[in-house]
């Protein structure tokens, strides 16, 4: 059995920030739709769904990851580097 797995040569920016008092959070559910959207756009390729950790503080240079799955199942690791403390981020898919 051959296990596939989704390589996209794809770096992205997005600017994602939950509001609120305290600490700020990113807003993981904004982001997971736009790295959905940005792999299908810029890769072609049909996602089905992202998945981001939940409760990630926004803080310049902290990295997370994200999986991105696309419609006939394959999987991929998406890279999240946070680029500043205003919930601006980069992401690249794969490698």
Not at 58 to 65: L, M
């Amino acid at each position: 059995m051959t296990r596939h797995r989704l390589l996209v040569p794809l770096i992205a920016a997005a600017a994602v920030v939950a509001g609120g008092c305290g600490d700020k959070k990113l807003d993981t559910g904004k982001l997971e739709g736009k790295i959905k959207d940005g792999i299908q756009k810029q890769a072609g390729v049909k996602i089905r769904s992202v998945s981001c950790p939940d409760d990630v503080k926004v803080k310049k240079g902290d990295n997370f990851n994200c999986r991105a799955t696309t419609t006939s199942g394959q999987t991929a690791t998406v890279k999240v580097t946070q680029q500043d403390d205003e919930g601006n981020v980069n992401y690249q898919v794969g490698g």
